[in-house]
T-cell receptor, first 115, second 114 residues
């Protein structure tokens, strides 16, 4: 079964607008972490934001925020004031704390920002 | 800011040849990982390494693969006899603690098997 699901293969957004990239997850582990990574065309994986399962507040990092809805098992990434440089592939990932330390990735969403 | 360094950035090898991908993790990190990403696909876990031994490996990480920390700073992934389907981007990562969110990826090595 898919542990991380990203249902949007591609998204378009106009510069300066906000965009939400969807991510749902599945785990029975009570303690887990959720990550978002950006992968530009150059290929490197850039860490954007992290949300722990016990964190009471949604994580924010500059223009990035994570809309964490634990009951729905969703961890959507919100990018505010999109910039042309935000055009990239975005991956949601989960790390289950007990019994494993690997990251499980979703299939990614390609975001294109247009002027 | 500390970073994970991978070399080479791109390697082309002939099918059947051995290849070694090199990584220098962040110096105070104790946990090390290899992931791979076949072109256009998602990133997949290969192996994790702690205290000089493999702590977890995936089904992909078969007998053709091995990892080593030969000198206390480098962390290597060896593919013994490469196949065409080994062509992928290989990412090294490291973290300070097992439960840490400080999971840093290197910039990757693009391996092309011809």
């Amino acid at each position: 079964a898919q542990k991380i699901t990203q249902t949007q293969p591609g998204m378009f957004v106009q510069e300066k607008e906000a965009v939400t990239l969807d991510c749902t997850y599945d785990t029975s582990d009570p303690s887990y972490g959720l990550f978002w990574y950006k992968q530009p065309s150059s290929g490197e994986m850039i860490f954007l934001i992290y949300q722990g399962s016990y964190d009471q507040q949604n994580a924010t990092e500059g223009r990035y925020s994570l809309n964490f809805q634990k009951a729905r098992k969703s961890a959507n990434l919100v990018i505010s004031a999109s910039q042309l440089g935000d055009s990239a592939m975005y991956f949601c990932a989960m790390r289950e704390v007990y019994n494993t330390d690997k990251l499980i990735f979703g299939t990614g969403t390609r975001l294109q920002v247009f002027p | 800011e500390p970073e994970v360094t991978q070399t080479p950035s791109h390697q082309v090898t002939q099918m059947g040849q051995e290849v070694i991908l090199r990584c220098v993790p962040i110096s105070n990190h104790l946990y090390f990982y290899w992931y791979r990403q076949i072109l256009g696909q998602k990133v997949e876990f290969l192996v994790s390494f702690y205290n000089n031994e493999i702590s977890e490996k995936s089904e992909i990480f078969d007998d053709q693969f091995s990892v080593e920390r030969p000198d206390g700073s480098n962390f290597t992934l060896k593919i013994r006899s490469t196949k065409l389907e080994d062509s992928a981007m290989y990412f090294c990562a490291s973290s300070e603690r097992q439960d840490s969110y400080g999971y840093t990826f290197g910039s990757g090595t693009r391996l092309t098997v011809v």
